[in-house]
């Protein structure tokens, strides 16, 4: 198995308190790795870390082999799509969101990623504040799929689902994921981590615990 | 400020006199005793505006009196600008404090919408560049330019940090921070120049604006005071839009990474 990320002692301290603390691990390809561990374990922050919505203070995080520092950041969160803890649809359409995306792709590829995501093609035209949670977390991540990212990151994308609908959307990962792309998801559910992972990564205190 | 344009182009000088100007102090006496009969708790606060104003007032007309003199070079007037430019920014600043280290933009902002504005004016020979006109003209559109750019300031950062996980989702999908963070910024700025807008679409119908006021109580014709008023507040509106984008550009700019990322905002309560 090759790795998608390496991270090489990476520490993130904002002011005096440290959020991650000299992390060397590695996140393998084609697999849903699960970051797990309780509230300020610095879950979200190494998972923001990966797309450089932040930059570490220390070490180097590597994306298939490349400094991601030295990497455009605007092609990386392409190739490293994410899919927020609350459903963020922006004013609109589920068709006007994914054009956000990608303005270019044609109404085949809209529906296709719709389906990826479990949504029917007769979503494209419903307006964004109309769906449920489930319905609006599962067209965000049809949007991050438009890209046709290598890797998605998941950030506790479930944490405001009912069980219903947390099932269908980790069905519809573990899809995306046969279809060979790299999930890290985020979780303080060791239930959930159970059901999903291929393999967790336990976070306590800034520090990989195992 | 717009006394200076009354003796410009009014045929007749107006002179209410000292107790003329005592006699209107009979107002803030009503509003006094109104604050204190409703227990407003305001009577404090309007007397120190009262007369803060009117010794601001005193100064600024003495030192204008030196400025505005005929025999004295028009580069004085222009330094009178600059230094408004400056009391602005840093007046900005004091109001928009959850901002840090605007002085500079709001220095810039400021400076190139009266630098545009007043351009327009003396290049196209709307009035006569003589410190007369510079002063007060460059006044109006500082006033209102120094007010747009604290509104548009403060919104600019209150809603990319309400709006911050769509700003971020937005980021996340590989958008450069100037796409992602358009339609908020585009919000902000609305904001700020519609009630300039808004102003002028209904000058005159309600209340008659202050230039044209002052010209007509000077005994202008009303048509001329128009023509004045109308050029007037066509720049005021041309200095509004110009601040407010500078302002969106460059703080907008200054809140996110040159890598896109987006800065840690702080609000503060208005």
Same mark, same amino acid.
């Given at each position: 198995?090759?790795?998608?990320?390496?991270?090489?002692?990476?520490?993130?301290?904002?002011?005096?308190?440290?959020?991650?603390?000299?992390?060397?691990?590695?996140?393998?390809?084609?697999?849903?790795?699960?970051?797990?561990?309780?509230?300020?374990?610095?879950?979200?922050?190494?998972?923001?870390?990966?797309?450089?919505?932040?930059?570490?203070?220390?070490?180097?995080?590597?994306?298939?082999?490349?400094?991601?520092?030295?990497?455009?950041?605007?092609?990386?969160?392409?190739?490293?799509?994410?899919?927020?803890?609350?459903?963020?649809?922006?004013?609109?359409?589920?068709?006007?969101?994914?054009?956000?995306?990608?303005?270019?792709?044609?109404?085949?590829?809209?529906?296709?990623?719709?389906?990826?995501?479990?949504?029917?093609?007769?979503?494209?035209?419903?307006?964004?504040?109309?769906?449920?949670?489930?319905?609006?977390?599962?067209?965000?991540?049809?949007?991050?799929?438009?890209?046709?990212?290598?890797?998605?990151?998941?950030?506790?994308?479930?944490?405001?689902?009912?069980?219903?609908?947390?099932?269908?959307?980790?069905?519809?990962?573990?899809?995306?994921?046969?279809?060979?792309?790299?999930?890290?998801?985020?979780?303080?559910?060791?239930?959930?981590?159970?059901?999903?992972?291929?393999?967790?990564?336990?976070?306590?205190?800034?520090?990989?615990?195992? | 400020?717009?006394?200076?344009?009354?003796?410009?182009?009014?045929?007749?000088?107006?002179?209410?006199?000292?107790?003329?100007?005592?006699?209107?102090?009979?107002?803030?006496?009503?509003?006094?005793?109104?604050?204190?009969?409703?227990?407003?708790?305001?009577?404090?606060?309007?007397?120190?505006?009262?007369?803060?104003?009117?010794?601001?007032?005193?100064?600024?007309?003495?030192?204008?009196?030196?400025?505005?003199?005929?025999?004295?070079?028009?580069?004085? #007037?222009?330094?009178?600008?600059?230094?408004?430019?400056?009391?602005?920014?840093?007046?900005?600043?004091?109001?928009?404090?959850?901002?840090?280290?605007?002085?500079?933009?709001?220095?810039?902002?400021?400076?190139?919408?009266?630098?545009?504005?007043?351009?327009?004016?003396?290049?196209?020979?709307?009035?006569?560049?003589?410190?007369?006109?510079?002063?007060?003209?460059?006044?109006?559109?500082?006033?209102?330019?120094?007010?747009?750019?604290?509104?548009?300031?403060?919104?600019?950062?209150?809603?990319?940090?309400?709006?911050?996980?769509?700003?971020?989702?937005?980021?996340?999908?590989?958008?450069?921070?100037?796409?992602?963070?358009?339609?908020?910024?585009?919000?902000?700025?609305?904001?700020?120049?519609?009630?300039?807008?808004?102003?002028?679409?209904?000058?005159?119908?309600?209340?008659?604006?202050?230039?044209?006021?002052?010209?007509?109580?000077?005994?202008?014709?009303?048509?001329?005071?128009?023509?004045?008023?109308?050029?007037?507040?066509?720049?005021?509106?041309?200095?509004? #839009?110009?601040?407010?984008?500078?302002?969106?550009?460059?703080?907008?700019?200054?809140?996110?990474?040159?890598?896109?990322?987006?800065?840690?905002?702080?609000?503060?309560?208005?």
């Amino acid at each position: 198995m090759t790795a998608a990320f390496d991270l090489d002692h990476v520490s993130v301290v904002a002011g005096v308190t440290t959020i991650l603390d000299d992390v060397t691990t590695t996140i393998e390809s084609g697999v849903i790795t699960v970051l797990v561990g309780p509230s300020g374990a610095g879950k979200t922050t190494l998972l923001r870390l990966l797309n450089r919505l932040e930059v570490p203070t220390s070490g180097t995080i590597r994306f298939r082999g490349d400094d991601v520092a030295t990497l455009d950041p605007l092609r990386l969160r392409r190739r490293v799509g994410m899919v927020f803890q609350r459903p963020t649809l922006f004013a609109g359409t589920v068709r006007d969101n994914l054009q956000v995306a990608d303005p270019t792709c044609d109404e085949a590829r809209y529906c296709t990623v719709l389906e990826r995501a479990g949504l029917s093609s007769s979503f494209l035209d419903r307006d964004g504040g109309e769906l449920s949670g489930g319905e609006a977390q599962r067209a965000c991540l049809a949007r991050s799929l438009l890209a046709d990212p290598e890797v998605l990151l998941m950030d506790e994308p479930t944490s405001s689902l009912d069980d219903v609908n947390t099932k269908l959307l980790e069905a519809n990962t573990c899809d995306v994921v046969r279809a060979g792309v790299t999930v890290v998801w985020v979780t303080h559910d060791i239930t959930q981590a159970e059901r999903i992972a291929d393999r967790t990564l336990r976070l306590e205190g800034g520090r990989v615990v195992d | 400020m717009v006394a200076s344009l009354i003796e410009v182009y009014a045929r007749g000088a107006t002179d209410i006199g000292w107790v003329g100007l005592a006699a209107s102090l009979i107002l803030i006496a009503i509003v006094v005793a109104l604050s204190i009969a409703q227990r407003l708790d305001l009577e404090r606060s309007i007397v120190w505006a009262a007369t803060r104003a009117m010794a601001q007032l005193l100064v600024v007309g003495a030192a204008l009196g030196f400025v505005i003199d005929p025999k004295q070079p028009v580069a004085y #007037a222009w330094l009178w600008v600059l230094l408004m430019v400056a009391v602005a920014a840093v007046t900005v600043q004091g109001r928009a404090r959850e901002i840090p280290h605007i002085v500079p933009l709001a220095f810039l902002g400021t400076g190139a919408s009266a630098l545009v504005s007043l351009g327009v004016i003396f290049v196209f020979h709307i009035f006569p560049m003589e410190a007369r006109t510079v002063v007060p003209l460059a006044g109006m559109m500082i006033g209102n330019s120094m007010a747009a750019t604290v509104v548009a300031a403060r919104r600019i950062v209150a809603e990319l940090a309400d709006k911050r996980p769509e700003v971020e989702a937005r980021l996340a999908l590989g958008q450069p921070w100037q796409h992602a963070s358009r339609p908020y910024v585009r919000e902000a700025i609305r904001t700020a120049v519609l009630p300039q807008i808004e102003q002028t679409k209904i000058v005159g119908l309600i209340a008659l604006p202050g230039a044209m006021t002052g010209l007509i109580l000077a005994g202008v014709d009303p048509v001329d005071a128009v023509k004045i008023q109308a050029a007037v507040m066509y720049l005021v509106l041309g200095s509004v #839009a110009t601040t407010t984008a500078v302002i969106g550009l460059g703080l907008t700019r200054r809140l996110f990474t040159p890598d896109h990322r987006m800065v840690r905002l702080v609000r503060t309560a208005p």
